[in-house]
C-alpha cells in the first residue's frame, strides 16, 4: 500500500470521528431541548437535511416557544448536559437576530468551543404557526419534531441571504412546493411573495 492510501485511510477515519461527534453531540443537544417540556422544533442544516439535499452542518439549530420561564429551562438544561453557556446568557442576556431573541451555547471538546447551539424563542405569529405545524421524523432511530418543509421555505425567503437563496431551491428541487397555499398566503402577507415567485421561476415551478 502506497503512502498515499495510508493517508487516505487515517484521513477517512478522522472524518468518521468528526461525523460521529457532531450526530452524538446533536443528539445531546436535542436531548436537552426536549428536556425542558417546551414546545419545540429542529431548525437549521438539520431541518434542512430532513426536506431538502443533505449538506454538512456544524451547528445546531432549535427552536422553542417564547413565554415565562422558557430561557432559564432552556439554559438550564443544556448546561446540565455538559455544554458551555457563556457568562453573559447565564446573566440574562438574550441576543436578537433579525427581530428574533436567541439563547447560545457550545458544545466543548478538549475544553475548546467547537459548536454552537443557537436556541430560538418564537414569538411571532409566523413562528408560533411553524411550531403548530412541526412535523415528527426519526433521525438514526431518535424521533424528533422538526420545522415543517413550508416553514422552512419560509424562514429562508425572509433571511435570503446568499446560503439562504440556495437552501431555497434546495428545498422546491426536492419537494416541489410544500403546502403552496399556506406558503403563498404567508408570502404574500410577509411582503416576501416576490422572492417565491423568483424561486419558483428558477427551479421551474411557475405557472
Known sequence: ????????????????????????????AHRAIESTGLLYAVMGGYALNAWGVPRATFDFDFAVLAQDGASERVLEALAGARFDVPREYREGYVQVVDGTKMLKAFALLDGCRVAPVDVFLFASPLQRSALARRQPIEVLGRGMWVISAADLLLFKLLAYRGKDR????????????????YVRDWARRLGIEERFDEALEATGLAG
Do not use: C, H, W, Y
Open 166 to 181: 440556495i437552501d431555497v431551491l434546495n428545498v422546491l428541487e426536492v419537494q416541489g412546493v410544500p403546502d403552496p397555499e
Open 1 to 28: 500500500m502506497t503512502a498515499s492510501g495510508g493517508s487516505s485511510r487515517r484521513s477517512n477515519g478522522t472524518a468518521k470521528r468528526v461525523d460521529d461527534l457532531v450526530v452524538r453531540t446533536f443528539f445531546e
